[in-house]
T-cell receptor
Framework: GENVEQHPSTLSVQEGDSAVIKCTYSDSASNYFPWYKQELGKRPQLIIDIRSNVGEKKDQRIAVTLNKTAKHFSLHITETQPEDSAVYFCAASMSGSARQLTFGSGTQLTVLP | DGGITQSPKYLFRKEGQNVTLSCEQNLNHDAMYWYRQDPGQGLRLIYYSQIVNDFQKGDIAEGYSVSREKKESFPLTVTSAQKNPTAFYLC???????????FGDGTRLSIL
């Protein structure tokens, strides 16, 4: 089955700096890669996703890049703010009749004021 | 997402007891999912359902059971066979299996 590895497990940045979280996946058939943000004790919230026919996608301060050849994808957050502090999860899945997501182990991002 | 309601928020289980976690959605979504989250770990899929009266095992289905008798409801039973049930349980739904998944607020299950 699919295996997703996520790095780093913790990341601290100064407010205003950029943050980058990286994930690798094992199954070359995977073609959908969402990113979720989870604040302490709350539900994961989808912040951005990318499909394998696209190399990069942006939404304001957030961007995701995908390298299918190397089987890795990354989340980029620019101009970080304290409210960006949370745990971020990447995931991967194959298209098909049900989208079974395999999640990474998460990155605790702390934005220092 | 306000359209996915999980209850209760906290649940305590005694040894040898089965407990049922509720998940209801009013989004008219076809697909529903149950995940388990342990501290410091990602989410792991327990069961999923693409359509009423049909469901499939995920990666960690042992010790759990589900039903999907109505489109809007997908309850999860944690049976006494699940020896380590303490975790945060998250229900999700999507319009179809191809669409993004959105989560409920979760149920935190603990052992008495």
């Amino acid at each position: 089955g699919e295996n997703v590895e996520q790095h780093p497990s913790t990341l601290s940045v100064q407010e205003g700096d950029s943050a980058v979280i990286k994930c690798t996946y094992s199954d070359s058939a995977s073609n959908y890669f969402p990113w979720y943000k989870q604040e302490l004790g709350k539900r994961p919230q989808l912040i951005i996703d990318i499909r394998s026919n696209v190399g990069e996608k942006k939404d304001q301060r957030i961007a995701v890049t995908l390298n299918k050849t190397a089987k890795h994808f990354s989340l980029h957050i620019t101009e970080t703010q304290p409210e960006d502090s949370a745990v971020y999860f990447c995931a991967a899945s194959m298209s098909g009749s049900a989208r079974q997501l395999t999640f990474g182990s998460g990155t605790q991002l702390t934005v220092l004021p | 997402d306000g359209g996915i309601t999980q209850s209760p928020k906290y649940l305590f289980r005694k040894e040898g007891q089965n407990v049922t976690l509720s998940c209801e959605q009013n989004l008219n979504h076809d697909a529903m999912y149950w995940y388990r989250q342990d501290p410091g770990q990602g989410l792991r899929l327990i069961y999923y359902s693409q359509i009423v009266n049909d469901f499939q095992k995920g990666d960690i289905a042992e010790g759990y059971s589900v039903s999907r008798e109505k489109k809007e409801s997908f309850p999860l039973t944690v049976t006494s066979a699940q020896k380590n049930p303490t975790a945060f349980y998250l229900c999700a739904s999507s319009q179809t299996g191809e669409q993004p998944q959105h989560f409920g607020d979760g149920t935190r299950l603990s052992i008495l």
